[in-house]
């Protein structure tokens, strides 16, 4: 018989105790203890624990009804994680929902989960309720995408989001760090591309310029909804003035890139006279490496 003090929570998120096979909800609270009230109904027994819930001071008498049964409470114990996870974490729903299952069937191998666990439609309204509580509604459009002030900094504390630009029915998002912005003006060759993978759902792509010193590092991350020449000359020209603001000289002598022409047009207008070598490199990547892969 478990006699650890275990918390879960009921479907509208209320507090249940779980203590030696029963469960309990809060029924009152004095100034010094909490009184708990056993679940099933009729039953009036009781217990009291201290106000922060982690000390028990008069135990449960005698129960009228039966004890709850194992599945249940490895199956509330589960859910109740599932909850706290999808408030805290940014892992997607139905990953944090298979983790669980995993998790209850290595503990219970002796346990039939399949049998009286629920399927993740069944649940995943109250786990993204969860997580709306503590993470941002999902914007629908550009213009409904508020980005929190504390999703705008760095690990260090430092500005992350370097520039948030809305123009028409486009939006450009810029994302560097302090040291980023500095190794790409440390490096002699760099490298950009646009990759749509990982994009968000409103933006058609996530551009990323790499600086290459020793290694290849990515320094500087742009959600774009374009891929012209317009927002390409954004992106060079917001990066030249964050560096100018910061004391830092960008000075690339090699440019590589994907045979892509509107960012070609747009490095070509701010490094002219480099482009013969991403011109070069380009048409060698295409005519030779690639064709023979």
């Known amino acids: 018989m478990n006699s650890k003090l275990e918390f879960t929570t009921t479907n509208r998120n209320a507090l249940v105790l779980n203590y030696q096979g029963y469960q309990y909800t809060i029924k ?157 003006g440390s490096c002699s060759q760099w490298h950009s591309d646009g990759t749509y993978k990982c994009r968000p759902l409103l933006f058609a792509q996530v551009y990323i310029i790499f600086g290459f010193n020793g290694m290849m590092i990515p320094c500087v991350y742009c959600l774009t909804t374009k891929q012209d020449e317009r927002v390409y000359m954004k992106i060079l020209h917001n990066l030249l003035d964050i560096a100018r603001q910061k004391g830092v000289n960008l000075n690339p002598e090699r440019l590589t890139c994907d045979y892509e022409l509107a960012a070609i047009n747009a490095f070509k207008k701010f490094f002219l006279q480099y482009i013969s070598l991403v011109v070069f490199f380009i048409f060698h990547n295409h005519s030779g490496e690639r064709s023979k892969s």
């Open 28 to 184: 009152r609270q004095y100034k010094e203890t909490n009184e708990w009230r056993c679940r099933q109904r009729p039953c009036t027994t009781s217990l009291s624990l201290c106000r922060a819930n982690i000390s028990m001071i008069r135990e449960p008498s005698h129960h009228t009804c039966t004890q709850s049964s194992p599945k249940k409470l490895v199956l509330d114990e589960a859910i109740s994680r599932m909850k706290k996870r999808a408030g805290e974490e940014t892992l997607p729903i139905p990953q944090i929902y298979s983790q669980e299952i995993i998790k209850v069937r290595v503990n219970n191998p002796d346990m039939n989960t399949g049998t009286f666990f629920p399927l993740l439609d069944s649940i995943d309204s109250s786990l993204y309720r969860k997580r709306a509580q503590n993470y941002p509604k999902i914007p629908r459009t550009i213009h409904e995408l508020i980005i929190p002030d504390g999703w705008k900094l760095g690990s260090h504390g430092e500005p992350f989001l370097l520039v948030d630009e809305i123009y028409g029915n486009e939006r450009l998002l810029m994302f560097a760090s302090d040291w980023s912005i500095r190794f790409l």
